[in-house]
């Protein structure tokens, strides 16, 4: 491979530090070596450090007028089976294509079971280095969540969305929740507050 071709390659979406594995629908990812392969980056964002955008849970779009409300959450209230690969509700899917999809609980579970989690800094945001069996990392940014019109523990703590519902509470759904001395991959948010999404595919 030429020189300008590697770097090029190595300074993507993935950087040097998080090489991606391939490459599908236009987007990167990384086989941890589960089951499922992860995203290197979050929907709308341009590297492994950006936020990317906020979604409340089951919204393929962000609020028009930027507020994180029930009057705003399509989805807040109401009963509601798994999302993922449901084009009109999973956003991963709408955004980047047949490929991707919502992670699901499950998914989140395996991620926090059986992959080692350090706390670390990239391209200038903290966030987690979560490296897999299979000797590869992914980063997940440490970039809060948004409620109302407001960003709250950006830099501190990470919430992600699955594609799972909370069966029993109608307003939550199973989201992955972060902080550097915790790691939980079945915390239930609430619906309408927005949470970022990171997209895995077989």
């Known amino acids: 491979m030429p ?4 770097v090029a390659a190595l300074t ?10 391939g490459r599908a629908d236009g987007h990167d990812y990384v086989d941890l070596g589960l089951r499922m392969k992860w995203a290197t980056c979050n929907v709308g964002a341009d590297s492994p450090a950006d936020a990317g955008r906020y979604y409340a849970w089951g919204e393929v779009e962000t609020p028009g007028d930027g507020v994180y409300n029930q ?14 690969g449901r084009e009109l509700y999973d956003v991963a899917r709408a955004c980047w294509g047949e490929a991707w999809r919502m992670p699901s609980e499950e998914d989140m579970r395996a991620l926090v ?12 945001r903290e966030g987690y280095r979560v490296t897999g069996p299979s ?3 992914i980063f997940l940014p440490a970039v809060g969540y948004r409620d109302g019109e407001m960003l709250y523990d950006d830099g501190t703590t990470g919430f992600y969305w699955s594609a799972t519902p909370n069966e029993e509470r109608v307003q939550l ?14 915390w239930s948010g609430c619906r309408y507050d927005g949470f970022p999404v990171r997209p895995v595919m077989k």
């Open 3 to 6: 020189v300008l071709a590697l």
């Open 12 to 21: 993507g979406c993935g950087g040097d530090t998080y090489r991606p594995s």
């Open 71 to 84: 009057v705003n959450c399509k989805t807040y209230g109401r009963h509601f089976g798994t999302v993922g």
């Open 113 to 124: 079971d059986s992959c080692t989690w350090t706390w670390s800094s990239f391209s200038g």
């Open 135 to 137: 000797g590869n990392s």
């Open 173 to 186: 759904s199973y989201a992955l929740s972060f902080n550097p001395g915790r790691r939980e991959a079945s």
